[in-house]
């Protein structure tokens, strides 16, 4: 069973005036078949944990270790991780000129599995999942992204989601500018990987709305870059009613 186990991580930013600290001890661990909600208000550094474990550059760890399945990942490149099985749907996901769909997702899907796979089953299992996703076969010869719409983004990361069925998944704010349709669409995709109990799944969110179709194991409020309190489903309930006023007081920006 794959594990993601962070402790005491602390990382900082370069900022006019020298290093700024935005996470100031984060302790968490996801195992395989979990899904941890992190919920928290703008500003309180969700998004700098999701980007500091798939090891972007912008982001410094000062302190702190992260492993998966006991390896550090923290040592690993952004190649590395992604082959070592962590995977990040984005926020805001990037265009990619020149580079078709179905090259990126065939090129990536090797570089995970170690081989190319069989271009037939391949083909059947890109068709399937884009038809699962409510995306037209046509997506697969546009360029990654180029000319998407918001909704369509978020469809072609839970593609690569499922295809390339990484241990831990990281989804920050997928449900950010989709509206009811994608949402749900996008949600059913979320739940079909969740089903196999092969992926730990952290879901980085600021509203309540995506828990409706994606129920979490957990959830933990993020505050002032660390976890402030953990709980179960009933945790997101209360935030829906009462929001997040009693645990801002400061805070470090995303």
């Not at 190649?79 to 580079?99: H, I, K, S, T, W």
């Not at 995970?112 to 409510?134: D, F, S």
């Amino acid at each position: 069973m794959a594990t993601l186990e962070i402790h005491d991580l602390h990382v900082s930013v370069e900022a006019e005036n020298g290093p700024r600290e935005i996470l100031r001890g984060v302790d968490l661990t996801v195992k395989q078949g979990e899904t941890h909600a992190i919920m928290g208000p703008n500003g309180s550094g969700k998004s700098t944990l999701a980007y500091s474990l798939a090891g972007h550059p912008k982001y410094t760890v000062t302190g702190g270790t992260v492993t998966l399945d006991g390896e550090d990942v923290l040592a690993m490149s952004v190649d590395e991780r992604a082959r070592a099985g962590v995977f990040l749907a984005m926020q805001y996901p990037v265009e990619v000129p020149g580079v078709s769909v179905s090259n990126f997702l065939r090129t990536s899907a090797t570089a995970v599995r170690g081989e190319a796979p069989k271009l037939r089953t391949w083909v059947k299992e890109v068709k399937e999942t884009m038809e699962a996703l409510h995306m037209d076969a046509s997506f697969a010869e546009r360029n990654v992204n180029e000319g998407f719409s918001g909704g369509e983004k978020k469809r072609h990361e839970i593609l690569q989601l499922e295809l390339l069925k990484p241990k831990i998944a990281i989804l920050d704010e997928t449900d950010s500018g989709l509206d009811v349709d994608a949402l749900r669409i996008v949600s059913e995709g979320v739940n079909r990987v969740r089903e196999t109990g092969t992926v730990g799944t952290l879901l980085i969110t600021h509203y309540t709305r995506i828990l409706r179709y994606i129920k979490p194991d957990y959830v933990h409020v993020f505050a002032a870059g660390r976890i402030a309190e953990s709980g179960g489903a009933e945790l997101a309930d209360k935030l829906e009613n009462e929001g997040y006023e009693a645990y801002t007081k400061g805070g470090a920006s995303e």
